[in-house]
Structure formats: C-alpha cells, structure tokens
C-alpha cells in the first residue's frame, strides 16, 4: 500500500494541516493515512471503496457496529429537540435516566453519578473527588495514590500521573506527580509453577506492605479491573481485586475502578469488577458508554463520598470540577440506548459464544515459536510476540514488529493496531465467527511476515 494513494486529495489535504493523536507524523511518509467515507457494521469503508474489518473498535469505543440504527436514530432525534444547555442548575432528561439507568447497572452501592467528557477526565474527576473527600474529612494529609505497574490511565497530567508506561510518561515526568507503584498481578509474571490466583495473592501480599507504609498519605488505589489495556493487554485474575476491596477498607483509603476500557460486556460481564463481587468507591465509565458515537464519560461514586462534599457554601467544601459539555444530552441519550440494547438484547450471552470462537482460532498459536503467551478476557485476546521463546526475550523496540503486522492487516482488510509487540483482538461486539477467522487469519499471516526477517 504506498503512503499517499494516487490522487487521494482527502490525504493530502489532512497531511497539509492536523496533527494526530500517538502519532510520530514522520510515518506518514512511508506509513499510509487511511481515509475513511462511512462505517457499516464492524467494517470500515474507505474512500476508495476498501474495506477494513474493524479489529479493535476504533479505539476500543465501538460496541454494536458502526452507523448502528438504533444509536444512529436516538442522536437525530435528541438533535431535533435540545442539543445542549449549561448543565449548572440546569437537568434534562437524558442526563437524568442515563444516571438512573447506570446506577441501576453498575455494581452496588454507586449511587452518584458525575459526568465529564472523555476517559482522561473522569480519571481526573476520581482522583480530585478522592483526594477532596479525605481534605473535607479533614485528612489533608492523604495526597498520594498507589497504581500498579504497567498501568494506563489517560493522557492528563493527572491522569498521567498515576500511569506506568513509560512511551507515554517518561516525556513529562517533571511535571507530574510521583505514583506509590505496586506491583501489577499480571498473569504473564508468573514464576514457575504459580497458577494465576497465586500471583494475584503474592501481589496482594505486595500491596498490604505497602499500605502497611503509606496508607496514612495516601488517597486511594487505582486500578484497569482485570485487564491492563495500554499497557500491553496485561490480564490478571479476579481474586486480586477481592483482595484490593478489603485492603482498602482495613486501610482505609479508596478504590478506584478504571472500567473506561473493560466495561460495558468487554471481559464477559457487564462490568469486570462483578467477576470479584466487589463495589468500588469510584468506578470511571467512558469508550463504549455510547457505542462510539460521542465522547462521554461519568465517574459513579457513594452516598458517602457525596455526602462529604454536601454542606452550606460557605463551608466551601463543594466540588467545583466542570466541564463545558458535561451532561451533554446528544451523548446522554446515546449512551442510553447503548444500555437499551444491553436490556433488549442477549448481548453477554452472544459474546461468549464469540469469546469461545476466537480462543479456538487462537489457540493454535500457542506453539508458535515467537509466541510467548495467548491470553484471553472475554472479548479481548491479545499474544505476545517474542524474539526467543524459551526465555521470553522480546524483539528489538526499534524493529517495530508490531507494525508490520498493522501494515498486512491494512493490506488485507483488517485493522489490527498493536501495542508495541502484542497483537490484541477487541472488536464489535457484531463480528461475526466468519469475521473473527478473518482477523486471525491475517493477524497470522502477519506474524510469519512480522518474524521472518
């Protein structure tokens, strides 16, 4: 595929002036700018009528298959009626049954309901809202959050705060705060003859020491449920986040449940938290809160946390974070059909039948001798490629397997965008079993491109 398709003017055009996001633009020489005319279903149609099966939901937002009617209708409707309204003293009734219906949803106990607009900033919300409550409850003191290693949290400087991937960190560390990071339970760390339950209790063990330490200055615990996305697709098991809940209230500081990413049906269950049983004190929603049509994003808290902040004004303990479009009523009434289609239809129920389909496809691969692992939550699945197998020695950074891998799948109608040298799987969930074998297909054929020299 050359880099500037012959008389593609939209190309031209885009290169003439944006700025895109991860992006070295210098790629853009050799690397193709794709031009995308409409969606239709899980697949992507460019301008020149090639199709791209959508491996990754565009980001990982996409849920039901992009121009969904059902998501499609509720926005031209919603846009017929009110677009926008200053949402300080001021309610509309999407905002409002979009909050019913998540508080009814979400795990126990997540009774409040705080809007932003996008992923990053309801990590930020979390992370003022918890270290906000403690300086109302008079512990000023608590200023500091624990994360774990091989985490991703957003691209704000808070956000970015409490990361650990270095690619994205390392640039701005003289402006952020310092994390206390504790050691992620990634099932991949395992030493030999660990299952993954016994890492997550040995990391456990890790976390307590370090509470035992810091737990007098330190907010909350901040964690990706289940699945570290940007990290490397780095999965763990429940067991980890039942444990987190009880340290949490032995010491009494909060948790804080990033499902920006592993919520809404990705890991099998609605939410990933529901597979520990455990209600968080924050939980961050956002990426497929709206089936990928519109950023939004909502942080659910507890009575208790709200009731922190509840006081006459001149107490001035109230929470003063805003943003522009916050409760936008488009994005709330998209977002609510989303969860219409969740009540309507068996959505977990088909996922887990494509569940079982991909790690059938995948499992294969596990004797590839560049393949480290073969790992799989729900509806995402990600593999590891290495240089040498038995010692899980990975290939140089700078030879940039993973991308040849996205550059095949484009070849060959498949969008498929690694981390690095893991190649993950986390499409709409209307693939087809047919759809699946196409994407693993060619992320195969990739891979013996990707290795072979």
């Known amino acids: 595929m050359n880099a500037f398709p012959a008389g593609d003017a939209l190309v031209r055009r885009d290169l003439s002036h944006l700025w895109h996001p991860c992006t070295q633009m210098h790629d853009h020489q050799t690397v193709p700018m794709v031009p995308i005319a409409r969606g239709e279903g899980a697949w992507l149609i460019g301008t020149d009528g090639r199709r791209y099966l959508d491996g990754i939901s565009s980001w990982w937002t996409n849920l039901f298959g992009h121009a969904h009617p059902r998501l499609a209708g509720a926005l031209a409707e919603q846009a017929r009626t009110l677009e926008h309204v200053i949402f300080a003293g001021f309610t509309h009734e999407p905002a409002v049954a979009l909050a019913e219906e998540l508080v009814r949803v979400t795990p126990p106990g997540l009774e409040r309901v705080f809007y ?5 900033a309801a990590i930020e919300v979390a992370l003022k809202m918890s270290f906000h409550y403690w300086l109302n409850q008079g512990h000023g003191e608590k200023t500091r ?3 774990l290693t091989g985490s991703y949290h957003g691209e704000t400087l808070g956000a970015l705060s409490v990361s650990d991937v ?13 994390p206390i990071l504790a050691p992620s ?23 307590r020491a370090l509470l035992e330490r810091h737990a007098h200055e330190v907010c909350a615990v901040i964690v990706e449920p289940l699945v570290q996305c940007a990290g490397g697709m780095r999965m763990y098991h429940p067991d980890y986040l039942t444990g987190l809940r ?12 990033d499902e920006i990413a592993v919520g809404f049906g990705r890991t099998g269950s609605l939410f990933a938290c529901e597979q520990a049983g455990v209600s968080p004190d924050f939980m961050c929603l956002s990426k497929g809160l709206t089936g990928g049509f ?16 509840y006081a006459e004004y001149s107490a001035g303990k109230a929470f003063l974070h805003s943003h522009s479009y916050t409760g936008n009523p488009l994005a709330c009434r998209v977002a609510l059909e989303t969860l219409r289609i969740f009540r309507d239809e068996p959505v977990l129920e088909r996922n887990r039948g494509l569940a079982s389909h991909l790690a059938a496809r995948l499992a294969p691969l596990r004797d590839h001798p560049h393949v480290a692992d073969v790992r799989q939550t729900g509806m995402i699945a990600a593999l590891e490629l290495v240089a040498d197998k038995a010692g899980r020695q990975p290939f140089p950074a700078a030879e940039r397997r993973g991308l040849r891998v996205y550059l095949h799948g484009l070849e060959n109608g498949a969008l498929l965008r690694p981390l690095g040298d893991v190649i993950y799987f986390m499409p709409p969930y209307v693939i087809t079993p047919q759809e699946i074998d196409h994407l693993v297909d060619t992320a195969v054929a990739g891979i013996a491109q990707a290795v072979s020299r």
């Open 116 to 120: 932003a607009d996008n992923g990053s």
């Open 166 to 178: 270095a690619l994205y960190r390392k640039t701005y560390a003289p402006l952020l705060l310092t």
């Open 246 to 257: 009880a340290l949490c209230d032995a010491f009494g500081v909060h948790f804080i449940a």
């Open 294 to 309: 519109l950023p939004l994003s909502a942080v659910l808290t507890t009575p208790r946390v709200y009731e922190a902040f």
């Open 185 to 207: 339970p990634d099932a991949y760390e395992a030493q030999p003859g660990e299952d993954p339950a016994a890492v997550a209790r040995r990391r456990l063990d890790d976390l």
């Open 145 to 147: 959050f624990i994360a």
